[in-house]
């Protein structure tokens, strides 16, 4: 078998959102092509800080970043990063912002260069995989916060990117809706990482699991993010 090819590498990591305190600390990282890492950890502890970082939305003081072998010197170069990495927000109204399902779903790959039509088909699929069809002209505002969350996945989705960031998918969510995206997950070919504080999500959709701890990523050998 191959070496895996790395798709992020962060080199000595330093943020803080003031002076008095560091959220990562000298955080080193590597994500290679196909892991599924599980992230987990106190609140406030810096496991969103990690993915906002990696795709340009923060900007750390000290430390490297390198995505898909390019080192990151500007915004141009995020830009880039961000066409091929999916990012779900914690918030699923941080992520919608259209009147309508469909209307959100098709923005990102509009955005990319598809045709209407191309788009259009887009979100069909993707809503379908996600046990959505016919929601295209639901207005997004009026959905129920487990249907928002989907939605708001597909989006991340139709974009088609080769690297997923899903930031607490399943939280607030019933055992229905919970199970699906587990099974979406266990189906995709992608590279992802996962926060979660639910240790049966991360058990079942991933390799391994670090823990942020003290500005920094410890892998838990047990697996068990408790």
């Known amino acids: 078998m191959g070496r895996r090819a790395a798709l992020i590498r962060l080199w000595e990591i330093t943020f803080g959102y003031d002076s008095t305190r560091d959220v990562l600390s000298k955080l080193s990282f590597t994500f290679s092509e196909g892991d599924r890492v599980g992230l987990t950890g106190p609140n406030g502890s810096g496991k969103t800080t990690l993915f906002h970082i990696i795709l340009g939305l923060l900007k750390p003081r000290e430390g490297e970043i390198e995505i898909f072998g390019k080192t990151i010197h500007e915004e141009a170069d995020f830009r880039e990063a961000r066409e091929r990495i999916g990012l779900l927000f914690q918030d699923a109204n941080d992520q919608l912002f259209c009147p309508t399902v469909a209307e959100d779903v098709a923005f990102g790959p509009l ?49 088609k990117p080769e690297v997923l960031l899903l930031d607490e998918p ?19 070919s992608k590279s992802y990482m ?18 942020m701890a003290n500005g920094k990523l410890e892998e838990l050998t047990d697996r068990n993010p408790l």
Do not use: H, P, W
């Not at 959505?132 to 989907?150: H, I, N, P, Q």
């Open 170 to 188: 399943t939280s607030g969510l019933d055992e229905e809706t919970t199970e699906r995206i587990i099974q979406v997950l266990n189906r995709s």
């Open 194 to 211: 996962i926060i979660s504080q639910d240790k049966g999500l991360l058990a079942r959709t991933t390799r391994c699991i670090y823990r």
């Open 111 to 159: 955005n990319l260069g598809k045709r209407y039509d191309e788009a259009q088909k887009v979100v069909r699929e993707t809503l379908e995989t996600l046990g959505l069809a016919g929601f295209e002209e639901r207005v997004t505002y009026k959905l129920s916060d487990g249907e928002r969350k989907l939605v708001s996945l597909a989006t991340v989705l139709a974009m």
